[in-house]
Every structure is written in structure tokens, then in C-alpha cells.
């Protein structure tokens, strides 16, 4: 008998739109995507929907048709992947107060800077004009980002407005190109850069994982891998699953050199938190490590 696993369809989405009642839509949400074997995590807030969900195609197919049948989901914002294993540990649908957090009230979204297709990218970021801004964590840059590209360091999404505001006057009269994982962020910091009366600021449609998707390699000009919020870890060209791996410890991703380091133990420490925890956490993460070991080998031999 063939051992061969079905593939798994990993879909990105997210959609601005007003919902008056978020918290009713949570449980038939969870319910339709556990019923169908969905794993992954929904966000749902007066501002619309985000999240990553994985599952067999058909099952994914159905899910994104259901979102789409309802009012102002019609053009929900959609990049597809695969992965070899189910990439999430369970389904969650979760309220939240936005759908990604930037903690500035009266955002509009509507305007937020002008689309760039995956296909002209290139020949923006390329203009000594442009000025480029990776939107994301500090982390996520640390394992890629596009050549050239600014990186703001912050820590979490919310301190951007911060920066661009420090920087503002370096923005002024030019153009202004930003990128994110799959969109989102930008719909917010674009908006939030337009704001402060920078005029001509564009964004990358579907992200970074578009434009991996469909840039050849030979003509790209993303250096690294890029973070996703799953058990990937990073992906590359064409969505392969990159080689970063992740610190059980503090969550960060790491890069082959720094799983070299001695201060990187699988599941209990890398060379970014060692410093950050105690003895008496690492031998709390130890003894998580060997259960979920233990766990992993239980299951191959059942």
C-alpha cells in the first residue's frame, strides 16, 4: 500500500471590511473549518479578517468559497502554498480589537499607498528615487529581505508609526515602496505613511510570498528566506520550505550559522535568548523537548 501523504494547501488570507458582529461569526467559522479537517488561525475584528489555514484542497476550496458567498468578502485577498505536513496544531478563530495590530485609531485603509504587481517590483525598487522599507519585525528581516532595503528594527508592528515619524522628513518628496509578508501590514502602513503627507508610496501586491511565488529566481532581487508564522518556518523561491528552524525557546527563526553556535540547544536556547532565560527555564524547555520527542517517536512507530 502506497505511503504517499495527500499534499496540503496552505492559504494566506485577509480582507478589510466592516463587521458589525465578529463575534458571531467565530463559531460557525470554527465549526466549517473543523469539520473539514482546517487547521490554522482565523483573527476576526470590527475591521475585517487575517490569518493561515491549512488543509486538503478541497476542503481549503470550500472554505474560501464560504468566506467569499458573504458580504464584502468577494475580493478576499488569497496566496496559496503547499507544505509535505499539516503546518498548524490546531484550528483557532480569535476576536481580536484589530487584525493586525498598529494601535493607531481612524486608520482608513482605503487609503493606503498604490498597489505594484510582483511582475514591476524590480523596476521600482530599482529607481534611485525609491526609497525601500521592509515593514516587518526585526526578526523576520534578520532571515531575508529585498537588496537595498531599509530595515526600521523595531520589535513589533505597533512601534512603526514611531519610526515613521522620526523619519519623516527623510521620506519627503520621494517615492516610497514598502513590503510585508502577504499584504497586510502594508494596507496599514502605507495608509499611516500617506497620512504624514508623503504623496507617492506604493506596495507590493500579495507580499513577499507573491512575489517569490511568481519572480523567477534568475531575476530576483530577494536576498534570504522569509519568515512564516507556521511550523515552515521560511520559504523561498517558488514557496519551497526553506532551512530555517525555529527556537522553541523564544520563537525567533534561525539561520543554518546559528544553529552552529554552541549556545543553540534544539528546544531549549539559541544564541539570541541566552542571555534572556534562566537555568531553571532551560531545564523546563529540556524536559518540554524530550516529551515532544518522545511524543514524535510514539507516533512514527504506531
Known sequence: MSTDQPEIRVAALYRFVRLEDPEALRQPLAAFCCQRGIKGTLLLAREGINGTVAGGGAAIAELVDWLRSMPGFTELELKY???ATMPFHRMKVRLKAEIVTMGVEGL???EAGTYVEAADWNA???DPRTVVIDTRNDYEVALGTFEGAIDPMTERFADF??????HRQDLEGRRVAMFCTGGIRCEKATAYVKSLGIDEVFHLRGGI???????PQAESRWQGECFVFDERVAVRHGLETGKAVLCRACRRPLRAEECLSPDYREG????HCIG???????????????????????GAGA
Not at 209 to 215: H, N, P, Q, S
Not at 288 to 297: K, M, N, S, T, Y
Open 209 to 215: 510570498l507573491k512575489y517569490l511565488e511568481t519572480v
Open 276 to 298: 534572556e532565560r534562566s537555568d531553571a527555564d532551560r531545564e523546563r524547555y529540556a524536559e518540554r523537548h524530550r516529551q515532544v520527542e518522545l511524543a514524535a517517536r510514539r
Open 81 to 83: 502554498s503547499s507544505a
Open 108 to 110: 482608513d485603509t482605503s
Open 124 to 126: 521600482l525598487i530599482a
Open 161 to 166: 508609526p514611531v519610526w515613521a515619524q522620526a
Open 268 to 271: 531549549v536556547s539559541c544564541p
